[in-house]
């Protein structure tokens, strides 16, 4: 399935009161959207992630999967800010002609939620069966929910938080440090702070991984080693990896994206924020994760009335989510039986 551009003329007013003219989104569906309209699964991605699922998360979506394009519609959008074809700082300013880059709006998750909306409002969904993300994708499902601009029957939640943290805002800073600490980076050319890129990449996995994590894949074998270590070669790779997909500018923006999460803002409180869901929620933690540590996630699922929560058990930390496929698809299948079983008693209740 290859990537469309849905291109709004209407323009789009950021939460700071800045404007784009024109605002391009990337986005991938699958499968089709039934004639009551009512088996959208739409999917939230992470930090580098793209609008291609099936190419991210597979085990958990694609043909034959818990998420199969068989039984549901899926949508995947491409995160306003990105280097995978949503508006972005390469993208460019129609005003001047050139890339935006430093000069691209600061945006926020709730930003990013109503470029969502927008692309539901174009494809004319106003219902969505079943809403999942992890990570920064946990912090846009969380956001939609609360700004309360489509209908969401269940929620899934995974290595998420309700409002980004001391310690998450921390380890983003270090990011940016890093890139701004390469003097290419305000060159503003498409490969500007490559080297800065690698190094904020190599401070990321720190906090996507853990110390048993590297302990157990990158020990060293050979005892009178002093140098080219399993583990330097493994940041190195890392590092370059990604400089080969993506770009310093948009990683820049999209950690600021991070830091701004607060379901809190301009609203009562967090917890009355969440009190007010109605969505049946699975929340799913992971005790290992350093970067979002399950008590967050035990928060959300504390204060969302009726929401269950997992503890997902898993040796790669914050990635987890993304490799632990079989026992979420275990836990989440669970969950949607469990819960359709009590849409239908309702429904049952309701015409007796």
């Known amino acids: 399935m290859s990537v469309t551009y849905y291109k709004s003329e209407e323009s789009f007013q950021f939460e700071n009161g800045s404007s784009l003219e024109e605002l391009s989104i990337a986005y991938h569906t699958y499968g089709t959207l039934n004639e009551n309209k009512d088996n959208v699964v739409w999917v939230c991605h992470a930090l580098t992630a793209n609008s291609d699922v099936f190419d991210w998360w597979p ?3 694609g043909e ?89 029957n269940r929620l899934i939640v995974i290595g998420s938080s309700a409002q980004a943290s001391p310690w998450g805002i921390a380890f983003n800073e270090s990011q940016r440090l890093a890139i701004s600490a390469d003097p290419t980076f305000y060159e503003q050319t498409p490969t500007g702070g490559a080297n800065g890129l690698k190094a904020a990449r190599s401070i990321a996995l720190l906090s996507y991984r853990n110390y048993q994590t590297y302990t157990k894949t990158q020990q060293e074998t050979e005892a009178d080693k002093v140098d080219q270590y399993r583990a330097s070669s493994y940041q190195q790779y890392q590092g370059d990896k990604l400089v080969n997909r993506f770009d310093a500018y948009s990683y820049w923006y999209l950690t600021k994206a991070m830091d701004s999460h607060n379901l809190g803002r301009g609203r009562n409180s967090v917890e009355e924020t969440l009190q007010d869901f109605k969505t049946q929620t699975l929340v799913v933690g992971i005790p290992t994760d350093l970067l979002f540590p399950a008590t967050e996630q035990e928060f959300i699922a504390q204060h969302i009335p009726g929401a269950s929560y997992y503890a997902l058990d898993s040796f790669y930390g914050h990635d987890g989510f993304l490799i632990e496929t079989k026992t979420l698809t275990d836990v989440i299948g669970k969950f949607l039986q469990e819960t359709a079983t009590e849409t239908q008693k309702e429904a049952e209740k309701e015409t007796v």
Do not use: M
């Open 59 to 61: 085990g958990l979506f």
């Open 64 to 152: 034959g999967e818990l998420f199969n394009p068989e039984q549901y519609f899926i949508v995947c959008a491409n995160v306003l800010g990105s280097h995978y074809g949503t508006s972005n700082p390469l993208s460019i300013n129609p005003t001047t002609g050139k890339r935006y880059f430093l000069d691209f709006p600061q945006f926020t998750i709730r930003d990013i939620v109503r470029t969502n909306q927008r692309l539901a409002d174009h494809l004319g969904i106003k219902k969505i069966e079943i809403l999942i993300g992890g990570s920064l994708g946990g912090q846009q499902v969380l956001e939609w929910v609360a700004e309360k601009t489509i209908a969401v």
